[in-house]
Each structure stands twice: as C-alpha cells, then as structure tokens.
Nanobody, 119 residues
Framework: QVQLVESGGGLVQTGSSLRLSCIISGRTFSSYTMGWFRQAPGKERELVATMTSGGTTNYADSVKGRFTISRDSAKNTLYLQMNGVKPEDTAVYYC?????????????WGQGTQVTVSS
C-alpha cells in the first residue's frame, strides 16, 4: 500500500508564501505522476500541479508563475511552494500519487491540509 501525509497548511495573509509537504511511503513505482489538487468549499476538486516520474511538470493556469511543484526523492517528499497567495487559493490541498505498473494504474490520495488566505 501507499500512504501520503500532507503538512504545511495554515492561515496566511494575501501575498505571503507557504510550502506544503507530502511524505510518501509504501510501495514504489517506476512510472508515476505525483501532484497537488485542491477543493474549495462548494466547488469541485481541481488540479493545481503535477509532476511525472520523468520530471515533467504541469500547472493550472490560475497558479502558473506563483506555485512551484518539486520533489526530494531521497526524502520521498513532494512539495508545493506557494508564493503570492490570494484569497481564492483558500482550499483543502490534497497530495496524490498515480502509480503505473504495466497496464494497471492506481490512484492514492492524502487526507488533505487546509490552506486559508485572509484578505
């Protein structure tokens, strides 16, 4: 099994910075996509950023230029550096891992960490 544990959320002011961390443990995959999603109250869960095992990154238009996804393979940790946060970034942020084994794909999710941006 795979476990994902997020941390780093909190209450911050508009324009400040925050770094989310996600420690990933359990089985490993040679091919995978890791990422961050978020869900604001009353809204659907949406993609924030992803990174493939090859290092390719992808960002939602709303966070491009402000957020950076990165990983530390030695620490099995995924990060989301959030700069210049806005009230609309308020949401529960979820870490996710999509592991590929042959033709089988499995999705794993963390429990989420709350980010609240005050105006």
């Amino acid at each position: 099994q795979v476990q994902l544990v997020e941390s780093g959320g909190g209450l911050v002011q508009t324009g400040s910075s925050l770094r989310l961390s996600c420690i990933i443990s359990g089985r490993t995959f040679s091919s995978y996509t890791m990422g961050w999603f978020r869900q604001a109250p009353g809204k659907e869960r949406e993609l924030v950023a992803t990174m493939t095992s090859g290092g390719t990154t992808n960002y939602a238009d709303s966070v491009k230029g402000r957020f950076t996804i990165s990983r530390d393979s030695a620490k099995n940790t995924l990060y989301l550096q959030m700069n210049g946060v806005k009230p609309e970034d308020t949401a529960v942020y979820y870490c996710t891992l999509q592991g590929h084994t042959g033709l089988i794909t499995r999705d794993y999710w963390g429990q989420g960490t709350q980010v609240t941006v005050s105006s």
